[in-house]
């Protein structure tokens, strides 16, 4: 059954995926053709800058619609009418929720990859040969100046990297997820319970973020700054290993906590009415 549930989640995100990545490639590849013929004109440069203002403008539409699809694939399949028959399927509560969280999140993966190739097609040529060249020539150059220990702590970082932006995607979905599912507690207006339960959150967070750096910037000038700066040069690789450990830490805390949230609730103050 969960097969099936993620088969009907690809269905649904490939009919609204074809149609902007059929915009998306159509303008990259007209930008990639105007390149072609190159006029010192003030005429073929409006031209040339008009395609790269509509090739931007495709790529950030793809970026919010896939958001938006996501959002609304949740709301509608578990929130609204469709709730009865979607929680009617012998399928466990966190089921769904893997279910709609994996295929979004394997939606804008397809999405970013999308506009990455696109972007490649439109600066495809000597520019693009250029580039790689030149991102070759300092790798090599990188990789002539470091030792052994600085290289497999430059690989550890980009594989912190890639976590921090794995967790940071599951995270704003599940912003999302959250505010949506607790809006839907309310007895009117859901949507506007959700959507002040999204704001809500980011103005907690701003104020936390600011009391945050308010606390920091008062330790550090009660503490001895010369002390902290000569470790932090004779150890740089723990200090951004305990930084990085620290946020990945701290956005998984963040991730489970909001899905528990969801779950909670879905599982026990569902309302469909």
């Known amino acids: 059954m969960v097969r099936k549930l993620f088969k009907h989640e690809a269905i649904y ?18 930008t990639r053709f105007i390149m072609f013929f190159e006029f010192d004109h ?9 395609s790269f203002v509509l090739f931007g403008l ?9 958001l938006a699809m996501t959002v609304i694939r949740f709301y509608r399949n578990l929130f609204s009418q469709e709730g009865y028959l979607t ?11 893997l279910v709609k969280l994996v295929s979004a999140l394997v939606y804008q993966g397809i999405t970013v990859i999308s506009i990455i190739v696109a972007s ?6 000597d520019f693009l040969n250029e580039l790689l060249k030149s991102c070759w020539y300092l790798l090599n150059k990188v990789l002539e100046e470091i030792s052994f220990k600085d290289g497999v702590n430059i690989v550890i970082y980009f594989v ?13 979905l599940l912003v999302y997820y959250a505010c949506i599912t607790i809006g839907q ?25 600011t009391f945050f750096s308010i606390a920091i910037n008062i330790v550090l000038t009660t503490i001895n700054m010369d002390k902290f700066v000569e470790f ?5 690789h723990l200090c951004l290993h305990i930084i990085f450990i620290a946020s990945i830490l701290w956005t998984l805390v963040l991730n489970i906590a909001f899905y528990i949230v969801i779950y909670k609730i879905i599982s026990k103050k569902l309302n469909l009415e």
Do not use: D
Not at 42 to 50: E, N
Not at 87 to 97: E, K, Y
């Open 13 to 30: 995100y490939a009919r609204t995926l074809i149609i902007f990545e059929i915009v998306l490639f159509f303008v990259a590849l007209s």
């Open 42 to 50: 003030w005429i073929y440069y409006f031209i040339q800058g008009s």
């Open 58 to 66: 495709a790529a950030i539409a793809c970026i919010y619609a896939s």
């Open 87 to 97: 929680f009617a399927l012998p399928v466990s509560t966190n089921q769904h929720i």
């Open 120 to 125: 490649l097609i439109t600066i495809s040529g």
């Open 160 to 172: 912190y990297f890639a976590v921090i932006i794995l967790l940071t995607s599951i995270h704003s």
């Open 185 to 209: 507690t309310a007895k009117k207006n859901r949507i506007l319970a959700a959507v002040g339960c999204y704001f809500g959150y980011n103005f907690a967070i701003e104020i936390i973020s």
């Open 232 to 236: 932090f040069e004779n150890n740089p």
